[in-house]
């Protein structure tokens, strides 16, 4: 396809300003890229930071990681995708490839082959959520997750207790998935009341009403009754200096991994007030000697080579098909075209109008 052919993008033009719509080039794909053409995407916190804090943004830029589609047009050299298949992924590296929009054309390992019996409306909650809970856990906090699981395969640390904090965001639901097809019986969560019986099905063996002015000394009791460490890992999938990394350094003890979803939030967009935000986990709470901080950059997943061609065109996929992982409870936004469902999801993320579930929107509808 030409260069000189466009296509409709959503993208931000400036800090809490409306979204607009952009004509973008409609690129062809090079040797290892697709062309895809997007029909379902979901509205994510970091849509929310990039619009209205203008987080790590260049303005104009198309908003949007996660996406599913139909592949159009294929490079010459790859070989795991032809033009028809339907397909789900993480895409953030340019305007190119962002979501929020009617074509991306991007790398093929960004992209995992839709299971047969699964909707794009369903997994399109998987992608960035269920990379960054990966990645996460590899990365950041040691857990080994070797793919293919070894059959009979049991973590020489299986009792050892694992706190996610916010066990009902989208990266919690995964976190706690993956955790358990691996073999970790211990693993603690935090999340509102509503949400307990659903996470304690996904795997978790206790959970605490983070709203609770006693959920500390109930976790670090919860803790000590099997070591003195208390908890070793914590994965805190909210970032909020006030909600949830005060709380976990009052928990975090000497020995302990924490890693933070990135940006820290210092204070949260509302409809009255611009949000703030910060990158230094270690400056955001005082921690006590001997715990070690880390902020996630799920970006940097494809570092490491084995992740980089094998977790979303492999295992992302697989899990799903298997039933390890389930997609996320869905919320539609409707609109009129995809400028105004875009809109609306950005004010649902503003007012934290959602809980336990996505926020999904149909990308184009025929006539666009």
Known sequence: MSSTQTHLAVATPGPREPLILIQRPTVSPSSDEIRVRVEWVVSTPLDLHQADGGLLVKHPQVLGDSLAGTVVEVGDQVQSLKVGDKVFGFVWSSDQERAQQTYV???????????????????????????????????????????????????????????????????????????????????????????????????????????????????????????????????DCIGSVEGSIRPISGIAKSGTTVAILLPVIVRHASDAEAPIYGMDVGAAAEWKDGVKVRGVRTHFYADNEFHKYHLQPEIMPALLKEGIVKPNAQKLVD??????????????????????????????????
């Open 105 to 235: 054309t991007a790398p093929h390992w960004k992209f995992g082959k839709i299971p047969e019996g699964f909707s794009m409306k369903e997994v399109v909650t998987l992608p960035n959520n269920f990379v960054t809970a990966w990645h996460t856990f590899t990365t950041d906090l040691g857990v080994e997750l070797p793919w293919p699981k070894p059959e009979g395969y049991s973590p020489s640390d299986a009792d050892k207790p694992i706190l996610i904090w916010g066990g009902s965001s989208s990266v919690g639901q995964y976190a706690i998935q993956i955790l358990k097809y691996y073999g970790y019986r211990n693993i603690i969560a935090t999340a509102s009341q509503r949400h307990h019986e659903e996470l304690r099905g996904l795997g978790a063996k206790v959970v605490f009403d983070y709203r609770n002015e006693g959920v500390v000394d109930q976790i670090l009791a919860t803790g000590n009754e099997q070591q003195e460490n208390s908890i070793p890992r914590i994965l």
């Open 335 to 368: 609109g009129k075209d995809m400028l105004e469902r875009a809109q609306r999801a950005i004010l649902a993320l503003r007012r934290r109008e959602v809980s336990g579930e996505r926020l999904v929107w149909k990308v184009a509808d025929a006539h666009e």
